[in-house]
């Protein structure tokens, strides 16, 4: 289970720093989600791999599992939405000024 | 209202905004009215903030009075008293050289204002790491907004870049968060000093590490050497005014990695010294870097963000060696450098409306139809910029020369100090011959028509920078004695233990596995 995790995790990491580095804003801002899809999945691991353990106190249960992550998890997520779908819509100013969706559309400077 | 003073910096501003975005259609007069009255009310807020936090006691606030470490507590202190009265300040200025125009050129500039004010203000009271990122990312998503605010294509793609970036600095800022929470339990940053000390020594090479990462993240937003390189590109792209502000956003990227240092990396051995080796020669070079940007800078507020540059490396000097004086100095230095690069933003926006479409390059432009006034605050400011007696400048270098000469490589940073002060000079010097003492070029005809006098909300914004710079200068004693105290009590980390987490061997500590 943790070598699966790790591996996925590498993955989508790996594939998100080589999206970033792509010329178009478009495979930039798909990075930009793979790689806060690893951040999101790695905070949320910070708890430890636990599959049967509930993030609740309940009576006669003894095992269970750290909540804070998940609250965590929800904030970066939502953070993370808010600020892609601002990073869209600039992508889209400057395609509308440029005509291009390249990052550095527009010539010199 | 006292209990509830550390809240108020950040509620102030969240009002202000949320009531802009009702009146947002209710006219200009109505919203510059109701910024302008939040953030001089802030700005009222920090000096009594200011003058709370000098009787030296560790004010915490707990929200929803959940006790540390479970639940997120505002710590006001000296030092983030002095960060926040300095904020509000700004804004002030900010806010009155916006109104002269700047804010006219798009839409909801002052709600995104309100929203950088209380994201700047949050990130200064925090006594939490997740806290802090969650106000780290408010400040930023309204610098994203007040960026690529007036429109155009320079500003959506500095936009751009600024926003990949800066997301990029986030997904690291959580990655170092997650696993630090994992391995420590904890993420308020006086029991994150606490957890550090009993870290396995099989584990502490990533707590190490993942410290180090956390440090990195900050010093991306301060912009220091190999990760700085997205600030003139940044600075040059914004409004003026609202690069005046983005003044202090480098500030806070200093004031984190310095408060994180002080309060959590300095408790454990394992983690004492991890940064000093890289920070000294990192600082160096990103002064140097700041004086070549400023030698190859088309226009003044290209100049301009290079100084910042080289501010900020000064300033990280201090945090690379944190000791009693080298902290006071930095503070001092930080509240001169914040004002004067402000201060020339402003002085830039003034200047550039009177030169028509040549704005603020380097080039020769239409004669200034008014220069008497500005040409002297623009000489004080330098004179402060360059380091020069008898202004501020001056005594901040002093302070940080006298501070360094016990450091590791005093030499070094005596003639990085000096050289600077120097370059500054020559090319402030340059600009002002070329703005001031050229005559009109030919080709370019008088230009009656624009402004003769910097528009009035300017002209008291940059009066006010000007007096704030002044007052630094002569009132060099008390503020930094207030420096002094606040090296003393940030460096006095047991004091935080108490205050913040209360009897911290009451706090259960689930132990990880």
């Known amino acids: 289970m943790e070598a699966l995790v790790s591996l996925a995790l590498g993955l989508l990491t790996a594939c998100g720093v080589y999206l970033i580095l792509r010329p178009t804003t478009f495979s930039v801002i798909l990075g930009l989600s793979l790689l806060s899809y690893a951040v999101n999945v790695l905070i949320f691991f910070g708890a430890r791999l636990k599959s049967t353990a509930p993030p609740l106190t309940i009576p006669g249960l003894s095992d269970q599992t750290d909540p804070l992550p998940q609250a965590l998890v929800l904030t970066a997520i939502v953070i993370g939405f808010g600020m892609t779908a601002y990073l869209v819509a600039l992508a889209l100013m400057s395609k509308a000024e440029s005509g291009s969706d390249h990052v550095d559309a527009g010539g010199e400077r | ?513």
């Open chain 2, 1 to 513: 209202m006292m209990a509830h003073l550390p809240i108020l910096p950040v509620l102030i501003p969240l009002a202000a905004a949320v009531l802009l975005l009702i009146a947002a259609n209710a006219g200009l007069a109505v919203t510059r009215a109701i910024s302008v009255a939040s953030l001089i009310l802030l700005a009222v807020v920090g000096a009594v903030v200011l003058d709370a936090a000098n009787d030296g006691t560790i004010r915490v606030y707990r929200l929803g009075d959940w006790p540390a470490p479970y639940g997120i507590v505002l710590v006001l202190d000296r030092l983030s008293a002095l960060m926040v009265a300095l904020t509000s300040f700004l804004g002030v200025a900010v806010v009155l050289a916006a109104v002269s125009g700047t804010d006219a050129r798009g839409r909801y500039f002052h709600a995104f204002l309100q929203f950088q004010m209380m994201g700047l203000n949050g990130a200064f009271l925090t006594g939490d790491l997740f806290n802090l990122f969650v106000f780290f990312e408010i400040l930023l998503l309204a610098s994203y907004g007040l960026l690529v605010h007036g429109g155009g294509l320079q500003r959506a793609r500095a936009g751009i870049a600024y926003v990949v970036l800066n997301l990029s600095g986030s997904a690291l800022f959580l990655i170092a968060l997650g696993l630090l929470y994992g391995f420590l339990g904890t993420l308020n940053m006086v029991d994150f000093g606490v957890a550090l000390q009993s870290v396995a020594p099989v584990d502490q090479g990533v707590v190490a590490v993942m410290c180090m990462l956390l440090v990195t993240v900050f010093l991306l937003k301060a912009a220091v050497l190999p990760i700085g390189f997205w600030l003139p590109h940044v600075y040059t792209a914004a409004t003026l005014p609202v690069a005046a502000l983005f003044v202090i956003m480098t500030k806070v990227g200093i004031y984190a990695a310095l408060r994180v240092t002080t309060i959590g990396l300095a408790a454990a051995p394992f983690t004492a010294d991890l940064l000093q080796p890289w920070l000294t020669w990192l600082a160096l070079g990103t002064i140097a870097l700041g004086c070549v940007g400023m030698f190859a800078a088309t226009t003044f507020g290209l100049l301009i963000a290079n100084l910042v540059i080289i501010s900020g490396g000064t300033l990280l000097l201090a945090v690379a060696e944190p000791t009693v004086t080298s902290i006071a100095a930095a503070l001092y230095y930080l509240v001169q450098t914040t004002l004067v690069t402000g201060a020339l933003f402003l002085i830039a926006d003034a200047l550039s409306r009177q030169r028509g479409d040549v704005a603020d390059r380097f080039t020769d432009g239409p004669r200034l139809q008014s220069f008497t006034a500005i040409g002297l605050i623009y000489l004080v400011i330098g004179v402060a910029a360059c380091g020069a007696p008898p202004l501020s400048g001056f005594l901040g270098k002093i302070m940080v020369m006298q501070a360094m000469s016990g450091s590791t490589h005093p030499v070094l940073v005596w003639t990085a100090l000096i050289v600077s002060g120097f370059a500054a000079a020559l090319v402030l010097a340059r600009a002002a011959s070329v703005f001031f003492w050229e005559p009109g070029a030919p080709g370019f005809a008088d230009r009656p028509d624009l402004p003769y006098v910097p528009a009035r909300g300017l002209s008291l914004a940059l009066v006010v920078m000007f007096c704030a710079v002044v007052a630094v200068s002569f009132a060099a004693a008390p503020v930094s004695s207030y420096a002094r105290a606040t090296a003393e009590q940030i460096l006095a980390r047991e004091a935080y233990v108490p205050a913040v987490l209360g009897d911290p061997a009451a706090v259960q500590r689930e132990r990880r596995p």
